[in-house]
Nanobody, 121 residues
Framework: QVQLVESGGGLVQPVGSLRLSCAAS????????MGWYRQAPGKERGLVAR???????NYADSENGRFTISRDNAKNTVYLQMNSLKPEDTALYYC???????????????WGQGTLVTVAS
């Protein structure tokens, strides 16, 4: 069993910043790509940013340089630094990871429970 536990969400004023963290635990051989997705009320879940094990990143167009994803492979943790937050960034943010549990097992997709980010004055 592999678990992803997010933290760092909360209420922040517009143009403020938040840093989300997501730590993976359990039986893990290696973690491949990790990422953040979000789902706003009434909308589908969509990609925010993702990062490969080697550090290659890609972002949704809506971020316009405001968000930065990073990871610490030694800690099995991924981060999302969010700056210049807008009310439209309000959503439930989910951590995602592709995990190998042993050297000969396939990658499995794992999701966290989500952490709520609310941007309001």
């Amino acid at each position: 069993q592999v678990q992803l536990v997010e933290s760092g969400g909360g209420l922040v004023q517009p143009v403020g910043s938040l840093r989300l963290s997501c730590a993976a635990s359990g039986i893990i051989f290696v973690i491949g790509t990790m990422g953040w997705y979000r789902q706003a009320p009434g909308k589908e879940r969509g990609l925010v940013a993702r990062i490969t094990r080697g550090g290659d990143t890609n972002y949704a167009d809506s971020e316009n340089g405001r968000f930065t994803i990073s990871r610490d492979n030694a800690k099995n943790t991924v981060y999302l630094q969010m700056n210049s937050l807008k009310p439209e960034d309000t959503a439930l943010y989910y951590c995602n990871a592709w995990v190998m549990r042993s050297w000969n097992s396939p990658y499995l997709e794992v999701w966290g429970q989500g952490t709520l980010v609310t941007v309001a004055s």
